[in-house]
């Protein structure tokens, strides 16, 4: 959609569109449509789930270690599909041992991850250690690499917060979708942080 309007533009406008997209434009697309638009850079914005989490920092780096593929930015990572198998197996683990396991029974089992108990993240290293406390009756609080995983009983819904994405370059001319520092906190409901678009120490 970018890219299009920006070939439409009148090249003499005085004014040009600010962009504003959901979730990253990091893995190709963004080099092309800069190096076609350079000053998109400063108007384009997008919106995701923290990047810079423990968790998707771990997954990140087991992903691009695994993957045989050109390595992607945090901002690319496919955490939500990984979060959801590991939901699943713990809410299995978790669920009723005398009741059928279907929908009522998982649900049940994903009661007991949204804590209170002890923090464990999605992923191999914490899968044996979560076990074990599900298996000893104890709650424990899972951590996904995309979203906190924490679950409005209620409704259904997972409680997750979000970050303003910002455009800005590194030193060998490569662009980068990165973490502006405005983010929207889900549980005070509302924005807080200043926006600042600077490459992480290990992009400068």
């Not at 600010?18 to 638009?37: C, I, N, P």
């Not at 691009?64 to 939901?87: I, K, R, W």
């Not at 009756?137 to 409680?159: K, M």
């Not at 303003?164 to 662009?175: I, M, N, S, Y």
Request: with cysteine.
């Amino acid at each position: 959609i970018v890219a299009p309007m920006e070939d439409r533009c009148d090249e003499r406008a005085k004014s040009r569109p600010l962009y504003f997209v959901t979730g990253s434009l990091e893995a190709g697309a963004l080099s092309d449509l800069l190096r076609r638009h350079p000053t998109v850079a400063d108007r384009l914005l997008g919106m995701t789930t923290p990047a810079n989490t423990p968790e998707n920092l771990a997954f990140t780096a087991s992903y691009n270690a695994s993957s045989g593929e050109p390595p992607l930015a945090v901002t690319e990572s496919p955490g939500a599909p990984y979060d959801s198998l590991y939901l699943v197996a713990y809410a299995i683990a978790a669920s009723p041992a005398d009741a059928p396991l279907g929908g009522r029974a998982l649900a049940k089992g994903i009661a007991r991850l949204i804590g209170p108990g002890e923090a464990v993240p999605v992923g191999p290293t914490g899968l044996l250690r979560g076990l074990a406390e599900l298996a000893s009756g104890r709650d424990v609080d899972l951590r996904g690499a995309y979203s906190t995983l924490d679950f409005d009983l209620r409704t259904g819904e997972a409680r997750a917060d979000y970050v303003v994405l910002c455009t800005t370059v590194d030193r060998e001319g490569k662009p980068h979708f990165v973490e502006s520092g405005v983010r929207f906190d889900s549980a005070k409901d509302r924005v807080t942080g200043a926006f600042s678009c600077e490459l992480p120490v290990g992009l400068r």
